[in-house]
């Protein structure tokens, strides 16, 4: 079955960075859009940001703006969400979305933002 990995999460302090990454095995990656979600424990999942197949990064949740920025690399087939000036409530596990003929979900990387 093909699916998104996802990979880069971890435990950070506040104020700190992480990058994470999404590649998934599908032909004509470059035409596909692509979203980064999250979900915090006891709360619903949430889009932080979305990245057409025109690398036009957009959908910036309001409390990442500023602070998250995604893109992508076509020739490598990834998505990128690189995350600055973390805060504990950043804290979740974090998804990517492939769009393509359905929805591809990966099963997601864990951000924890604790001193």
């Known amino acids: 079955q093909i699916q998104p990995v996802e990979f880069g999460g971890g435990l950070v302090q506040p104020g700190g960075s992480l990058r994470l990454s999404c590649t998934i095995g599908?032909?004509?990656?470059?035409?596909?859009?692509a979203h980064w979600y999250r979900q915090a424990p006891g709360k619903e999942r949430e889009r932080v940001a979305t990245i057409r197949h025109t690398g036009e990064a957009t959908n910036y949740a309001d409390s990442v703006k500023g602070r998250f920025t995604i893109s992508r690399d076509d020739t490598a087939s990834k998505i990128y969400l690189q995350m600055d000036d973390l805060r504990p409530d950043d804290t979740g596990m974090y998804y990517c979305k492939i769009v393509g003929t359905r929805n591809y979900w990966g099963q997601g990387t864990q951000v924890t933002v604790s001193s």
């Open positions: 599908l032909s004509l990656f470059s035409t596909l859009d």
